[in-house]
């Protein structure tokens, strides 16, 4: 389990004027478990992540991975680094070798094992991300996005218990987001990975089990989508938008389509409740 216990981060602690990036943050998030984090540029979802990744530590209050905290040294921390593995929004902070395949390699080779067990986890990692046409190629010839998608097949080659994702999409065509999302939700569901996913998309949270709103420096909401989509008018008074779907599901609340769910997440669960709407009238 991670767990974050009465967390407050500077990043300046000789400047007293100087606001805190995170404050009295208290959280815990369980092997398997799927959770969203939205906020705003500056609200301290990436402060978190890294506090989580044990990159950096805690002015005050403590960060557990499995119940060893992240000031461990030595093996504890070793044992912390093959268990929480992070992507990071600029692919290049993370991309090590000359070529794809060796990149996605260089994980499983540092973790010591077999020959056999790399060989598979990064063919299972280049076929999640449709990279196999790709494998050879060197990483100086990548496009920013196809480096994003070098970034998370490394990562996901380690097989991580915990995956921290630093708004991860924004380099990547629509199709591979799908993909990607549709993988983050398969490793937790078949192998208890929890995933930890930052962004600004509205439409990427609706498939995940939790939720959490961050604002300067805070969590203001936590809960599922449904519970946080709700609050449709604070997260806007925050400079938050919820998916175009869940506001056209209001609109026609409105206008008396009463049998509509309260709140609508998906265009597919919209379309299931004017199907039976119209089939109860």
């Known amino acids: 389990m991670l767990e974050v216990q009465n967390v407050t ?10 606001p805190p990036a995170l404050r009295n943050i208290n959280l815990r998030i369980q092997p398997g478990e799927t959770v969203a984090i939205i906020g705003h ?16 530590h805690p002015t005050q209050g403590e960060v557990r991975v ?24 600029n692919p290049d902070d993370q991309l090590v070798a000359n070529t794809v ?11 010591g094992l077999p020959r056999h067990e790399i060989e598979e ?9 449709e990279l196999g046409a ?25 097989r991580p218990r915990y995956l921290l994702l630093d708004e991860p999409t924004t380099m990547l065509p629509g199709h591979l987001v799908r993909s990607l999302l549709a993988t983050e939700q398969r490793l937790a569901r078949e192998r208890g990975m929890a995933v930890i996913h930052i962004t600004h998309f509205m439409h990427e949270v609706t498939a995940f089990q939790r939720v959490l709103v961050m604002h300067q420096g805070e969590i203001l909401l ?21 998916p175009m779907v869940t506001r056209l599901g209001e609109r026609l609340r409105a206008r008396g389509w009463q049998h509509l769910s309260d709140v609508i997440l998906t265009p597919e669960q919209l379309k299931a409740d004017l199907c039976s709407s119209n089939s109860s009238n």
């Open 66 to 89: 499995d119940d060893i905290s992240t000031t461990a040294r030595g093996e504890d921390l070793w044992t912390i680094r093959q268990r929480v593995g992070v992507i990071f929004q």
């Open 41 to 56: 540029n500056g609200s301290g979802k990436s402060t978190l992540t890294r506090l989580l990744a044990a990159i950096l």
């Open 121 to 129: 986890r990064v063919q299972e990692a280049l076929s999640s991300l």
């Open 134 to 158: 790709s494998a050879q190629l060197p990483i100086s010839d990548l496009s920013v996005g196809q480096k994003q998608q070098v970034a998370i097949a490394g990562v996901l080659a380690m």
């Open 101 to 111: 395949i060796d990149d996605i390699a260089f994980g499983p080779e540092n973790l």
């Open 9 to 18: 981060f500077h990043y300046n602690t000789q400047e007293a004027s100087t």
């Open 222 to 242: 936590d809960g599922s989508p449904s519970e946080i989509f709700s609050h449709a008018d604070q997260l806007e008074t925050l400079g938050l938008d919820v």
